[in-house]
């Protein structure tokens, strides 16, 4: 393994342990040191995954099967922008294909892929139905989206990114 925590990534990891173990267990910790692993390394690689395992004693299968479950944590590396549109029910409803089909030709990117700039992620509902559609970037939420300000938003990202990195 050979990657290691930055001191400020320890001392977060250390003060959550503090806080949130049971019964000695730190699988609690196991979602925020996948956050900060992520913030760090900018993806979950294999050997992120075996630093969060290690520095908390838990299994790798364990911290395996939560990285690859929330979509959330990237496998790969990813633009500095991540686009989330959801296209759930809602979303559905109201547009929502037709405004990630504006972001996919906006950005000639499928869901999934990369470029430098920007991930595209079809994304599950992110808890902004009444808005519908929506997107959201970093800590940004884009709502009522439709398709003819997909342009503005994407030069908007380029000229100030919004990283998931700040999401932590
Ligand atoms: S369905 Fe899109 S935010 Fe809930």
Same mark, same amino acid.
């Given at each position: 393994m050979s990657l290691e925590f930055s001191a400020d990534a320890q001392k977060s990891i250390q003060a959550a342990c503090e806080r949130y173990q049971v019964s000695g267990s730190k699988k609690p910790v196991v979602l925020f040191a996948l956050h900060v692993a992520q913030k760090q390394f900018g993806y979950l690689s294999d050997d992120a995954l075996r630093l969060v395992a290690a520095t908390l004693d838990v299994p790798y299968a364990h911290v395996y099967g939560v990285a690859t479950f929330y979509t959330m944590f990237r496998r790969e590396p $990813? $633009? @500095?922008n991540t686009i989330r549109m959801c296209t759930n029910i809602s979303c559905m409803l109201r547009g929502g294909y037709e405004v990630l089909a504006a972001f996919e030709k906006t950005l000639g990117l499928k869901p999934g892929q990369s470029n430098k700039d920007f991930t595209l992620v079809e994304e599950e509902c992110i808890a902004a139905c009444a808005n519908a559609p929506c997107a959201v #970037? $970093? @800590?940004?939420?884009f709502l009522d989206i439709v398709p003819t300000q997909v342009e503005q938003i #994407?030069?908007?990202?380029r000229r100030e990114p919004h990283p998931e990195s700040e999401v932590v």
């Open positions: $990813g $633009g @500095t #970037v $970093g @800590t940004r939420y #994407v030069s908007d990202l």
